[in-house]
Structures are given as C-alpha cells and as structure tokens.
C-alpha cells in the first residue's frame, strides 16, 4: 500500500510539475523556450509515478533511522541552497552544496573539496557563459 502512496505522491507532484510549467513563456531566445526543460524532467516522472501506482512492488524496504537522517540532511543542504543561492551567489552555494552532499554520500574530504572546487565554477560558465543564463557570480552578501 506505501508502494502505491508513495505513487501516487509523486504523480501528483510531477503532474503539478508540467502543468506549472506550461505558463513559462519568453519574448525571445530559445524557439523551444523555458518550460522545455520542466517538460522533459515532469513527463517522465509522471510515468513513473503512474507505474509506480499501477504496479507497485511489494518487497520495499523502509531505510533505516541513518538512512532517513541522510535523507534529511540532503533535503536541508537542497533547500538551503535554494535558499542561499540569490545572497551567496551561484559559485559559492553550489560549491557549498556539491561539498555537503558528496561529504553526506561518504567522499573522503579531499576529494569532496577537490569535485566542489572544479564543478561550481565550471557549471557557472556552462550556464552563464556557454548557454547565456544570467547567474550571480557572487551574491548581495559579498558584494
């Protein structure tokens, strides 16, 4: 039965997705335009979440007390790093985000350091360079 809540959760979450994201609208740019990409991370998820519902599996596992810790811990570096995006600007939250979610997923701290200080700026000049979507470098508190 949790097979099929969990299911049904997750269709109604994803089919929240798409519909949200059908008023994404641009004057200019992309001929696809800006709900593309919620497009193509809600569909497929609305099909799992159907099968899921559909035919849910019967052997599933709950994680245990740890499990369910790491889990909220990596919901609270997410949210946080929504949250501190806009005043810490880009390079540095998500260089703090990929830092305590590869620390969380058990990298050993210097390799955690090394992947956070290579990724961060290199996905600000994807995004910000390579494909023009305007990122704060640094955010209103450092500067």
């Given at each position: 039965?949790?097979?099929?809540?969990?299911?049904?959760?997750?269709?109604?979450?994803?089919?929240?997705?798409?519909?949200?994201?059908?008023?994404?609208?641009?004057?200019?740019?992309?001929?696809?335009?800006?709900?593309?990409?919620?497009?193509?991370?809600?569909?497929?998820?609305?099909?799992?979440?159907?099968?899921?519902?559909?035919?849910?599996?019967?052997?599933?596992?709950?994680?245990?007390?740890?499990?369910?810790?790491?889990?909220?811990?990596?919901?609270?570096?997410?949210?946080?790093?929504?949250?501190?995006?806009?005043?810490?600007?880009?390079?540095?939250?998500?260089?703090?985000?990929?830092?305590?979610?590869?620390?969380?997923?058990?990298?050993?701290?210097?390799?955690?350091?090394?992947?956070?200080?290579?990724?961060?700026?290199?996905?600000?000049?994807?995004?910000?360079?390579?494909?023009g979507l305007p990122l704060p470098l640094i955010g209103s508190w450092f500067g």
């Amino acid at each position: 039965m949790s097979d099929r809540l969990s299911g049904l959760f997750f269709f109604l979450l994803a089919a929240g997705y798409v519909w949200l994201s059908a008023g994404y609208t641009a004057g200019f740019g992309d001929p696809l335009g800006p709900a593309i990409f919620p497009r193509v991370i809600g569909i497929p998820a609305v099909i799992l979440g159907l099968s899921l519902l559909i035919w849910p599996r019967h052997d599933a596992v709950w994680a245990g007390r740890a499990g369910l810790l790491r889990q909220a811990a990596a919901i609270t570096i997410l949210l946080g790093y929504a949250l501190l995006l806009e005043p810490f600007g880009f390079v540095p939250a998500t260089f703090s985000a990929i830092l305590g979610l590869g620390l969380l997923m058990g990298a050993p701290p210097l390799r955690g350091l090394l992947m956070a200080a290579l990724a961060a700026p290199g996905l600000y000049l994807l995004f910000d360079r390579l494909m023009g979507l305007p990122l704060p470098l640094i955010g209103s508190w450092f500067g």
